[in-house]
């Protein structure tokens, strides 16, 4: 049975269908990578606005909150004039005021930290162009691409899901008679699905090229 594709021939075509591949998988990957842009941009965007919430409360608060009384008038000598200032600032440099011990700034860390947490849960996001930040723009353009891409990187997944299978299997019987050797030693059903599996691919690379001048 002679073989009707050159060594050469046969590799290139192997290796041009495991670079469809890698794209393949790569596009995989770009919906999950849209997803964790929007939950970045909106935790930076929530994140933001509950500052504001927070700025607005003063630090005497936290004796409201807690079961003991803190040297606030210590904490507000050193800078530290609202809740939003202890939410950005560390336990270390909360406990490095005067008259406020480690084991104080824990407890009032603690205390910021289940406000800041209420003020997320209660708060929501509201996009309008009358407001426009930083923030909220890359947020619009985010879930914008994302839902744009949506339903091609679906279709993409779909067409990997179902031919990566098929595409590794015909690799594998080309290369196992892909050789002057190779080919001369082999069973006439090697060599048939071999050959099979050539025509396979090499419809299936037409198909995508067509594809992608369409």
Known sequence: MAR???????????DEHRQLLSKLEAEQTALQTYR??????SDQLVTKRVLEILQDIPIEEINNRGKRSFRVKALRDNGYRT?????????HSISSVYGVSEDAA???????NEMTAQARQGFKIHLSTDNKTKESSKLILSIYLFKLLQPLIKSVQQLSDTN??????AISDIEAVNGRLKWLFSSKDKKHKAMESYCLLTDNIYAVQSFDCR
């Open 164 to 169: 990566r299978s098929k595409i590794l299997s």
């Open 4 to 14: 009707p594709f050159g060594v050469n021939d046969a590799k290139s075509l192997n």
């Open 106 to 112: 824990y407890s009032i860390k603690r205390i910021v």
């Open 83 to 91: 809740i939003a200032d202890i939410a950005s600032a560390s336990v």
């Open 36 to 41: 964790e842009t929007i939950k970045k941009y």
